[in-house]
């Protein structure tokens, strides 16, 4: 009786073995890896607005505070998208006939709104508050990036549960001076083990396995 | 649930106190197996699955759930794609924040004072106006549904002519043609039909629109009239009055045929008033006591000390046995139930004069109020315990009878219907709709594209009372103002506007200016009146603008003869809905998916039978009845109710509407037919025939019924407290007390629910529904057993079948601090935080139920299907955004309006953790409460009002045995001290 397999054949049975194995572990790995991916999680991914709007001149290079535009950040659960109004204030003023501000111009006139696109986007199981986050020393730059860096703002970090909770079991790490809060290139100071749980206590917030339970952010 | 056990032996069954002391329904009392198969299978449409575990079938459905499993990810972006600012910010709208208006709720054409919450510009939740002298805090379902109104996808969004869209130019384009004719022949032929018209605007309209058509006529119609009370007002006062009971200073009340504690105008007013009294006496180691009978149950009756079944036909008789007694006389002899029940009310209000009331409903007929009167009139009661005021609605109308007999004269050339809906809610011998065909013009304003606007040439829309500016009296005549807080979504006008066109302006004016003109005095500096003007909008009332009470005098007792009414047969009552009234607001999906207090029944109304008819006639619950009376027949699915009068059927008005496409075709059956003309609410000599035909109305009496003894527990004045002993060791445990080791955490949640003052109104059922995006699941579902309602109103009888004691007993999550639902849940999705919330983390929860199985309250609710999806654009503007919209296959519950304990917590975490005031946090349950049956706090405070209220030694824990230690407690209804040999439920 003539042999059924080749030679070949146990190459090529070790090669389909190891291929299986490899899909086994891989597959997963590159899923877990597609979905954290930039590409899925938009981050560092500056979209096409309205009118191509400056964080870097506006705050960075002119020096606007944060508040003047996002009225609401201190008192509200959202900082607020400040209203064509806003940029009217000065825009009625300073270039004035600049074609790339034809847009906000528009929609004063003609009393459309802008449409920006959303880059900050939480599920709707989440809720989140801005004012108790700044005004507990949790400075703007440590979601958001240092925006007054960004020609077209993106965003700086996915939102992941995972960004959250770094943050809920171990605020000493981040929680800053309330000078600082406002300081998009703010780098945790050399003391911040011993600031830190400093600050914590003087902002009265809660222990970690406070913070960290699910009815903090789920409801 | 199926089939009606034997009445004869759950009647023995009851009366040998063999039955359990508190029953839910006569299932329950019989306990059937089959019952006990359908309450362990819980959810019925489970047991099918569970019961046949075939291999096959097992792994078909397994091999879709994974393969399918993965396209749950692969739903729809959240929509939430762009940012859109405003252009230009409003002053004081904040995108994400409340902000909250004054207002008044509309009931009838009466008025309650709310708070409407609007965030971003759209209202969301009515909240009760605590500084409303006449409402007080409390709201009803009604008010509670009319946010969901405002949103309504079938409210009539555009001018219809002949059926056909049309505009606005076009109807005034037609009328201002006609209007000069009108002028000519001062209005000749004119007829105005409006509901009940109680607001000073509309009134000082209305008599500008006369004076400008002399020959006017105008009609008031209302699926519900108080016309039978101002009737007897008028025999025994000679004139039209409202009497208000002034419970404080009352020491025993009897109540004959119900309303004060039922739905209507003065619901939220008097149940305030009333619990308030009653507390205050209980305070004092009193009972206020409460004497009612009733000839069909009712919440009144409901929540009666001393109760007794009356037919209808013997109200009077007993009316003048207690005026009798009242004299000096002895009362009934014999030892039957009504006449025991006389001689006890009799002696309570002879030992009270001047300190008793004597109160009938509604639906009393006009004889039996001019009896209450004189009887009131010979205790020394009128004046000091009842106080009489003018009407708060406008006199001078004619009525719908009127209007009718003038249709079919052919004297109505043109008839204007102003948010009213002849058609559908005229007694049926009136037959309005073939005689409005006789009328050349019909133009009907409303706010729904109902019956009656079908049969009117134009039919216009109106606006919502939350896109309207307006005012309104309430039952005691205090004016409340009505605001917009979003401006028209369908191009509505307000009624000022319309009557403002009608006499000859335009029909857009600013509706604003037509309230300011009626308010502003005649010379009165226009910043002054501006800023009067301001200071009431702002409270949402005018101060001090009650009507005065009036001193009264008993005319002549000038005994009209009662109509004789056929002897013999069946006599039929007609009543209001319980949750619907009239059907005016039949629409709404939270109304009907409410269950009505007394027979749970929902998307439907039921012909309500005693047990004796029952038992006499053969009849089932679900067999279709036919009821014929006058020639007139109605036919409408049979509910054996306890507590109703033997040969009576009770009928309800709201149901069996008829208007394309609606939600409300189709559903339950019209009394309409059987209506008597006039303030009469009750017809004998009726015929009961079984069609033969069933159709089994669904309930949900039997969902969440708990395993357990004690469940409802009654302090009877004067016995050992009932409660749970206070100060003993809390039950060994094998876990740690929860909250005690975080010294951060600042407040443990509780709450407290006194079931002594429960009503079972339903505010609160509709408040959590509003505030908590529950979804409506429609009838089939329920069926189910799929009610979601996070807060159920339990209904419990006690006693003897035929009139039996009715409790009610509102069940939220218990948050207990053991729960056993915790234990049950593979991915931790529920668990306790340390403030003692029981949370549910829907994003973790992967719905295996096995919490809900293992809940012993049966609080659990779960998504089987997408409920809240599809639902229209319009309809979603209602959610609240605090809320998560949860979606197919997770569990859901009471979170004890975690969204407003946040918000708290998040101000004082502002404000360096200052501590939480009582009181900052009120659940939507609680707020809504007109009786205030609901304290919620913080147990941990000594000094919350919670804390003081699990101090009550009426205090108990809902099957503590169980060892949950739940943080939701009741606190025992109050009974009279045990009369010896008297049985006391």
């Known amino acids: 009786m003539a042999q059924l397999f080749t030679p070949g054949a146990d190459a090529i049975y070790r090669l389909a073995l190891m291929t299986g194995v490899a899909c086994l572990v891989g597959l997963p790995v590159l899923a877990a890896g597609i979905v954290r991916s930039n590409y899925v999680t938009g981050v560092g991914v500056a979209p096409a607005q309205p009118l191509p709007f400056s964080h870097k001149h506006h705050s960075g290079e002119l020096g606007v505070d944060c508040r003047y535009c996002h009225t609401t950040v201190e008192k509200e659960a959202t900082a607020g998208i400040p209203p064509t109004h806003t940029c009217m204030t000065c825009h009625s003023q300073i270039w004035t006939g600049s074609d790339m501000l034809k847009p906000v111009r528009d929609s004063y006139a003609q009393d459309k709104p802008l449409e920006w696109k959303r880059l900050n986007k939480l599920p709707q199981y989440v809720y989140y508050n801005h004012s108790v986050h700044v005004t507990k020393g949790i400075g703007c730059s440590t979601c958001h990036g240092d925006v007054t860096s960004m020609q077209m703002t993106y965003r700086a970090n996915a939102f992941e549960m995972q960004f959250c909770l770094d943050c809920h079991r171990a605020p000493e790490k981040y929680v800053r001076t309330p000078d600082q809060v406002w300081n998009m290139n703010w780098k945790p100071p050399a003391d911040q083990a011993t600031l830190g749980p400093k600050l914590v206590a003087q902002y009265h917030i809660r222990g970690g396995a406070r913070l960290t339970e699910c009815g903090i952010c789920h409801r | ?985």
């Open chain 2, 1 to 985: 649930m199926t089939g009606t056990p034997d009445l004869a032996a759950l009647r023995e069954k009851l009366s040998q106190g063999d039955g359990p002391r508190f029953w839910r329904s006569l299932d329950a009392v019989a306990d059937s197996p089959e019952f006990r198969d359908y309450l362990a299978a819980e959810f019925p449409s489970a047991s099918r699955l569970a019961a046949a575990p075939e291999r096959r079938g097992f792994l078909k459905l397994m091999a879709a759930s994974f393969a399918l499993g993965g396209l749950t990810a692969c739903g729809a972006g959240s929509g939430r794609d762009y940012e859109v600012p405003y252009v230009n910010q409003p002053e004081r709208i904040v995108p994400g924040t409340d902000l909250s208006y004054a207002s008044s709720a509309l009931f009838d054409g009466f008025g309650n004072g709310v708070l409407v919450t609007t965030r971003n510009g759209r209202p969301l939740k009515i909240e009760g106006n605590p500084d409303h002298p006449w409402s007080r805090g409390g709201t009803d379902v009604l008010a509670q549904a009319s946010v969901l109104g405002l949103y309504d996808p079938f409210r009539s969004q555009a001018v219809q002519h002949l059926g056909r869209p049309s505009s606005w130019a076009a109807f005034r384009a037609d009328l201002q043609a006609q209007m000069p004719a009108w002028r000519e022949n001062r209005g000749e032929g004119l007829a105005l039909l409006t509901g009940p018209v109680t607001s000073p605007t509309l009134a000082a309209q209305i008599a500008r629109l006369r004076a400008a058509y002399p020959a006017l006529r105008w009609h008031v119609g209302a699926g519900a009239s108080r016309d039978g009370l101002y009737e007897g007002a008028r025999r025994a006062y000679g004139r039209p009055l409202e009497t208000l009971p002034a419970f404080d200073r009352a020491r025993t009340i009897v109540a004959l045929d119900g309303d004060f504690l039922d739905l209507g105008p003065g619901q939220v007013g008097l149940s305030r008033r009333w619990i308030d009294a009653r507390r205050a006496a209980y305070a004092d180691g009193r009972l206020l006591t409460l004497h009612a009978a009733a000839p069909t149950p009712t919440l009144t009756s409901a929540k009666a000390d001393h109760g007794v079944v009356v037919p209808a036909g013997r109200l009077d008789d007993l009316a003048r046995d207690l005026l009798g007694m009242a004299g000096g006389g002895t009362g009934p002899g014999g030892d039957d139930p009504v006449a025991r029940w006389t001689r006890g009310a009799g002696t309570a209000l002879a030992g009270a004069r001047g300190a008793g009331i004597v109160t009938a409903g509604l639906t009393a007929s006009p004889d039996l109020h001019a009896l209450v009167h004189r009887l009131n009139g010979a205790l020394g009661n009128t004046g000091a315990t009842l106080l009489h005021v003018e009407p708060a609605a406008e006199p001078g109308a004619g009525t719908l009878a009127e209007l009718a007999e003038a249709m079919e004269r052919g004297t109505v050339k043109a008839l204007i219907v102003l948010g009213a809906n002849p058609v559908y809610d005229a007694p049926g011998a009136l037959d309005f709709a073939a005689r409005m065909a006789r009328v050349p013009l019909k133009i009907h304003a409303g706010l729904y594209y109902d019956e009656t606007g079908a049969h009117a040439d134009w039919h216009l829309p109106i606006a919502h009372p939350l896109e309207s500016w307006g005012d309104v009296r309430a039952l005691d005549g205090t004016v409340g103002l009505i605001q917009p807080t979003i401006a028209p979504l369908y191009n509505g006008r307000t009624l000022p506007q319309m009557l403002a066109f009608l006499a000859g302006g335009d029909e857009a004016e600013d509706a604003l200016a037509l309230v300011k003109a009626r308010w502003r005095r005649d010379g009165e500096d226009e910043a002054a009146f501006e800023a009067r003007f301001s200071e009431a909008l702002r409270r949402g009332f005018w101060a001090d603008s009650a009507r005065p009470v009036e001193t009264v005098a008993l005319t002549q007792d000038a005994a009209s003869p009662a109509p004789a009414l056929p002897v013999g047969g069946i006599e039929v009552l007609i009543r209001p809905d319980p949750t619907l009234w009239d059907g005016t607001h039949a629409d709404l999906a939270w109304l009907q998916e409410l269950p009505k207090p007394l027979t749970k029944v929902v998307w439907e109304n039921v012909v309500a039978v005693s047990p004796r008819l029952a038992e006499r006639e053969g009849i089932a619950t679900g067999d279709v009845l036919r009821i014929v009376a006058a020639g007139r027949a109605v036919e409408g699915p049979a509910w054996i109710l306890p507590g109703q009068a033997d040969d009576t059927v009770t009928l309800t008005l709201g149901y069996g509407r008829n208007v394309p496409d609606h939600l409300s075709r189709g559903l339950g059956y019209d009394a309409g037919p059987l209506r008597p003309v006039g303030a009469s609410w009750r017809l004998s000599g009726a015929t009961l025939t079984r069609t033969g035909r069933r159709s089994q109305p669904v309930t949900t009496q039997h969902l969440g019924t708990m395993e357990g003894e004690d469940l409802v527990r009654v302090q009877a004045l004067g016995a050992a407290p009932v409660g749970d002993p206070k100060g003993a060791p809390a039950p060994a445990s094998f876990y740690p007390p929860p909250g005690s080791q975080d010294r951060w955490v600042a407040a443990q949640w509780g709450m407290a629910i006194d079931l002594d003052a429960c009503t079972g109104c339903n505010a609160c059922v509709t408040a959590c529904q509003a505030e908590n995006n529950i979804p409506v699941v429609g009838r089939e579902e329920v069926a189910l057993g799929r009610w979601m309602g996070w807060l159920r109103i339990d209904r419990y009888y006690a006693g003897e079948l035929d009139a039996p004691r009715t409790h009610f007993q509102p069940v939220p999550c218990m948050h207990c601090e053991q729960a056993p639902c915790e234990l049950g849940c593979p991915v931790e999705a529920t668990l306790h935080d340390s403030e003692g919330l029981n949370l549910q983390v829907y994003n973790r929860c992967v719905g295996t139920r096995t919490c809900q199985s293992y809940c012993p309250y049966k609080v659990r609710r779960f998504n089987y299907l997408d409920y809240s999806g599809g639902m229209t654009p319009v309809e979603q503007q209602q959610r609240n955004p605090e809320v998560t919209v949860r979606a197919r296959g997770v569990m859901e519950k009471c979170t004890y309006c975690i969204q407003r304990i946040t918000a708290a917590r998040i101000t004082s975490a502002k404000d360096a953790h200052a501590p939480i005031p009582d009181g900052a946090v009120e659940t939507a349950c609680q707020g809504a409460c007109p009786t205030r049956a609901i304290t919620f706090g913080n147990v941990a405070d000594p000094g919350s009002h919670v804390s003081a209220a699990r101090r009550d030694p009426r205090e108990y824990a809902l099957l503590g045995h169980l060892n949950t230690r739940p943080r939701t407690t009741y606190l025992a209804g109050l009974a009279p001290p045990a009369e010896p040999g008297g049985r006391e439920g």
